[in-house]
């Protein structure tokens, strides 16, 4: 009985990896400007959708502007007139990362300096805090303070424990 | 803090909260399209009446209003009584026609929505892949441009155009072309 076990473990196992096999089967058969394809619909905006890619939207916009990428890589168009192309149509928008130019660039760099900003602030503030530290270590001065003391004290001392 | 820091600080949480109460109100549909002012793409599709073809060559010399639609809006439902009266000012002028871009739709979902709501009477281009669409820079539907006689895109109206439209929005621009040109 022993060998019948092995071998219906191993259709088991075989009938299990089956849909795997048809899905590597599929990417390793596809066209290979579907890596172009993807790559390109990985950074245009899914002009619906606010916040996903024309590759992982199911929009029917994103999946018609898929067909459009799909045909121009096919018709051996560069990846840069590519994504020319709608930007011309859709402008800045269509971008999911927004180019590195104009006023975009506050975008990229404006939080690191803020960054550096705040961390200038806090390093200042720091070392003022230090150089006031030391003076508020000594005992407040003064008829005031002294009565307060003495104040205290005597609260202390009338507390039964 | 001394109070210079104080002032600085209120004005840029003032500055910041400014930002974004102006932000609030924008339109997060309404994006400005960089098409304006440049010239139309041409495109001749097949018609939804069956009959040819249907292309923004053939009306070079008029305005053209290209109206971007298809059965499955619902806003263009709500459109629709006003490309009514569009087309019958279209009509009545010599200078300006109406052509539908019918996208992402089927010839017979087309054909009832027209039974149901009317038909405008002017030629509707068959956009089933919405290749014109993607090339005009449309996000949805309705959308609407106005190209002038020369083919250049005048202007883009986002959502449905609404009664008055005409007058208020394009005629301004076909007046100007015309005084422009001397006529």
């Given at each position: 009985m022993r060998p019948l076990n092995g071998l219906v473990f191993l259709i088991g196992t075989l009938l299990l990896l089956t849909p795997f096999s048809t899905t590597l089967a599929a990417n390793l058969n596809e066209d290979p400007s579907e890596a172009t394809v993807r790559h390109i619909a990985k950074d245009l905006r899914c002009a619906v959708c606010q916040n996903q890619s024309v590759y992982e939207s199911n929009s029917d916009l994103a999946q018609d502007m898929l067909g459009v990428i799909r045909d121009k890589v096919q018709a051996g168009e560069s990846e840069a007139t590519i994504r020319d192309y709608f930007f011309q149509r859709y402008g800045d928008y269509i971008y999911l990362e927004p180019t590195k130019k104009g006023m975009n660039l506050l975008l990229w760099f404006g939080p690191i300096l803020g960054l550096f900003i705040g961390a200038y602030a806090l390093l200042a503030a720091f070392k003022k805090w230090k150089a006031r530290g030391d003076d508020a270590i000594k005992p407040a001065e003064g008829s005031k303070s002294q009565a307060m003391q003495e104040r205290i004290e005597k609260e202390l001392n009338d507390i039964e424990i | 803090m001394k109070l210079s820091w104080k002032i600085i600080l209120l004005l840029s949480i003032l500055v910041i909260l400014a930002l974004f109460a102006g932000g609030l109100g924008n339109n997060p549909r309404d994006i400005p399209s960089p098409l304006v002012n440049r010239p139309a793409s041409p495109f001749e599709a097949p018609a939804l009446d069956g009959q040819g073809m249907v292309s923004l060559k053939a009306h070079l010399g008029k305005w053209v209003l290209v109206n971007f639609w298809g059965s499955w809006c619902v806003s263009c439902v709500a459109e629709h009584p006003y490309l009514m009266d569009l087309a019958n000012i279209a009509r009545s002028r010599s200078d300006f026609v109406l052509i539908g871009v019918d996208f992402r739709d089927t010839v017979e979902g087309a054909n009832t929505f027209l039974r149901?709501?009317?038909?405008?009477?002017?030629?509707?281009?068959?956009?089933?892949?919405?290749?014109?669409?993607?090339?005009?820079?449309?996000?949805?539907?309705?959308?609407?441009?106005?190209?002038?006689?020369?083919?250049?895109?005048?202007?883009?109206?986002?959502?449905?155009?609404?009664?008055?439209?005409?007058?208020?929005?394009?005629?301004?621009?076909?007046?100007?072309?015309?005084?422009?040109?001397?006529?």
């Amino acid at each position: 009985m022993r060998p019948l076990n092995g071998l219906v473990f191993l259709i088991g196992t075989l009938l299990l990896l089956t849909p795997f096999s048809t899905t590597l089967a599929a990417n390793l058969n596809e066209d290979p400007s579907e890596a172009t394809v993807r790559h390109i619909a990985k950074d245009l905006r899914c002009a619906v959708c606010q916040n996903q890619s024309v590759y992982e939207s199911n929009s029917d916009l994103a999946q018609d502007m898929l067909g459009v990428i799909r045909d121009k890589v096919q018709a051996g168009e560069s990846e840069a007139t590519i994504r020319d192309y709608f930007f011309q149509r859709y402008g800045d928008y269509i971008y999911l990362e927004p180019t590195k130019k104009g006023m975009n660039l506050l975008l990229w760099f404006g939080p690191i300096l803020g960054l550096f900003i705040g961390a200038y602030a806090l390093l200042a503030a720091f070392k003022k805090w230090k150089a006031r530290g030391d003076d508020a270590i000594k005992p407040a001065e003064g008829s005031k303070s002294q009565a307060m003391q003495e104040r205290i004290e005597k609260e202390l001392n009338d507390i039964e424990i | 803090m001394k109070l210079s820091w104080k002032i600085i600080l209120l004005l840029s949480i003032l500055v910041i909260l400014a930002l974004f109460a102006g932000g609030l109100g924008n339109n997060p549909r309404d994006i400005p399209s960089p098409l304006v002012n440049r010239p139309a793409s041409p495109f001749e599709a097949p018609a939804l009446d069956g009959q040819g073809m249907v292309s923004l060559k053939a009306h070079l010399g008029k305005w053209v209003l290209v109206n971007f639609w298809g059965s499955w809006c619902v806003s263009c439902v709500a459109e629709h009584p006003y490309l009514m009266d569009l087309a019958n000012i279209a009509r009545s002028r010599s200078d300006f026609v109406l052509i539908g871009v019918d996208f992402r739709d089927t010839v017979e979902g087309a054909n009832t929505f027209l039974r149901r709501h009317g038909n405008p009477g002017y030629r509707h281009a068959l956009d089933p892949k919405q290749k014109i669409a993607i090339d005009w820079g449309v996000y949805g539907a309705p959308e609407s441009y106005l190209v002038d006689p020369t083919g250049m895109i005048i202007l883009k109206h986002t959502g449905p155009l609404y009664p008055g439209w005409f007058e208020k929005v394009a005629l301004p621009h076909i007046e100007k072309k015309r005084t422009e040109s001397g006529e």
